[in-house]
C-alpha cells in the first residue's frame, strides 16, 4: 500500500528555492583558448618589458647623467692640475716629490 504523496524511494522534487544552481546552455560560454596562448603572452610581456627599459633609460640619461657630465666639466673648467700639485708637495702627501 501507498500513502499518499510520493512513491518509496523515490527522491523528492527539487524546490527552487533551495538555491539550485542555473545551468547554462555551453553554446552561450566562450571557448578557452588553448592554443597560442604563450606566444600572445609573451608579445604582451616582451613590449612591456621594452617600454620600461627605454623609460628607466631615458629617466637615468636626464637625471644621473646628464648632471654628473655637468659637475664633472664644471670641476674641469676651474682645475688648476699644478695648483694642485704644489698643494699636494707642500703638505707631503708624495714621495717622489719631496716638500722642501
Known sequence: MRSSGAAAGARPAARKDLGNPVTMPAA????PQ????????MKFHLLGA???S????????FAVAEPRKRAY???????????????????GVLESAPAK
Do not use: Q
Not at 592554443?35 to 600572445?40: E, I, N, S, T
Open 28 to 31: 552561450l560560454l566562450p571557448k
Open 34 to 41: 588553448m592554443r597560442g596562448l604563450l606566444a600572445r603572452r
Open 50 to 52: 621594452f617600454l620600461v
Open 54 to 61: 627605454v623609460g628607466c633609460a631615458t629617466l637615468y640619461k
Open 73 to 91: 666639466a664644471e670641476f674641469y673648467r676651474h682645475y688648476d692640475p699644478v695648483k694642485d700639485f704644489e698643494a699636494m708637495k707642500a703638505a
